[in-house]
């Protein structure tokens, strides 16, 4: 399982591939909203998003155990992580995507000196395409969450929170498989268990908020949500049980306040942020939480907008 010991490690082995992303105040969702309201910028981290966190932590663990290659299935943030840090680190990646990924993503990874193969066009059947792409090129296989390494890593952003911001009363993070806010809850409970830290989903995939009240991992059938890095059909094995046992809340947004969240960080904070990032400014704008006066810190967990979506948000 996962140790906080296991998240200490993490950040000191991707210390020197990583940025540690400012905190910063933002008055106007503080006087929007009445709270002492803090982001962590992990927008501004290397490709984008905190993805290169738990990627960078388990490639250099596979590189140990001397593989040469890697892939991964996933056209977004994940397979730009994975190409970048096996690149960086002097290892090839294939990233298998779907035939209909988004042109500017594939050229992305492919930037970043990912080699992309074209599968369907369903997670079902990109999934052991790179897990076979792995086995026949004699590689490893990266998880987008469900790995103790990948949780490492992606915990190091809760660690980096209670240092740059002591006296934080609450920490908002959006869900998608779950292996943020899992890393993120293992690492603060453990350090400070009196802060209370919140999830966020979108109510169009909403797959973590029916699984936390089941009491059980309940899948979703579809997740039609613009937030696109928070489409996972169910949490993961590994990270259910964490969430479970630790998260104070999860909340739901829904799909105008999403693009509302993101065209509030452009116009009033200059921050670009994904919809998937802006769902925790979401939560806060609309009133989805809890909270009175308090040091609230909202994770941006990631900055690929891409420019058409961009432009179409801004017209809403
Ligand atoms: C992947 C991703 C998430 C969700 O993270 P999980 O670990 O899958 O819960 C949130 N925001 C962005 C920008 C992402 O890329």
Known sequence: ???LKDIYAARDRIASFI???????????????????????????????FKIRGATNKILQVQEE????????????????????ANRLGLQSIIAVPEDANPSKVSAIQAYGGKVEFFGTTSAERLPAAQDLAAGNNGVYIP???DPFILAGQGTVGLEILEQLPDTDVIVVPIGGGGLSSGILRAVKEVKPSVRVIGVEPAAANDTYLSVQAGEITPISQANTIADGLRASQPGDLTFPLIQKYIDDVVLVEEHEIREACAFMLERTKQLVEPSGAVTVA????????I??????CVLSGGNADIRQISSIIKQ
């Not at 905190?23 to 984008?48: C, D, M, N, P, W």
């Not at 939560?283 to 809890?290: E, M, P, T």
């Open 19 to 49: 940025h540690r992303t400012p905190i910063f105040a933002s008055e106007q969702l503080s006087k929007r909203t009445g709270q002492q309201v803090y982001f962590k910028g992990e927008h501004l981290q290397k490709t984008g998003s």
């Open 1 to 3: 399982m996962l140790e």
């Open 144 to 146: 987008p969450y469900d």
């Open 66 to 85: 001397g593989a040469q290659l890697v892939t991964a299935a996933s056209s977004g943030n994940h397979g730009q992580a994975v190409a970048y840090i």
């Open 292 to 297: 009175q006066n308090e040091k609230v810190v």
């Open 283 to 290: 939560a806060l704008l609309f009133n989805k939480i809890q």
